[in-house]
Each structure stands twice: as C-alpha cells, then as structure tokens.
C-alpha cells in the first residue's frame, strides 16, 4: 500500500487502456486513479464512469512528452500505449525519507507542463 501525498495523488503512467474503448487513463504509482492507495491492480470494469478520461493524445504532445524524459511505451503498430513520467532512478520523492529531489522534481514538473496541455473528451 502506497503511503505518501506523491504516490497516492500525482501522475505515475497516462495509459491507453482498452477495456476503456482505447481512452487514456491517469494513474498514481499503484496503477491505480489518482487518489486510490490499493496496490491491487483495478479492475477496469469497475473504474469509476466519472473518472476524467482523455480520448486522445496527440502526436505533437508525445513528442514533447518524450523529449522531456518520458518514457514512451509502443506496441507492435508503433502505436503509444503508455507514457512514464518517471523511474525507480527518477523518483523526484524518495520513498523512504519522503524528501524532495530537486533536480528530479523539475524535470517531473516539466512533464505535468506539457501534459496541461491536453484536454478532456
């Protein structure tokens, strides 16, 4: 179980999900929506219907995205399916001592710029 403000309620992965109709989801370090603490991993039929969902990430912000240290998962079409805002080398929040990276943190929050970029369906 997650148990600090930064894994429970900040952006870990934007995935594509399917069970979704192809819609991106954001989600916390427990794979889990923003907020949840439940390391179990959710079971998207039960995802709540009020949860904001993105029907599209464009090009242009994956490149941006990606440019500035995400890591970008693809499948075999080349098609993004998962954006990683950060790494078990890249944590701006170290887990055990909850202290603050600040080099870290900066290259995070350049991250969270560019993905206020996009909107809603």
Partial sequence: MLRDFFRINMPYVIEK???LDGQWVVMNRAYSPLGYHN???LKWELFPKEYVR???INKSVLEKLEKAGAIIRRDETG???RITLYNDGSVPVDR???KLDKAKW???CKLLEILA???TN
């Fill in 79 to 81: 098609q993004a399916t």
């Fill in 96 to 98: 055990y001592d909850i």
């Fill in 106 to 108: 900066d290259k995070y």
């Fill in 117 to 119: 970029t996009i909107t």
């Fill in 39 to 41: 390391s179990d991993r």
């Fill in 54 to 56: 993105f029907a599209k």
């Fill in 17 to 19: 999900v399917d069970k």
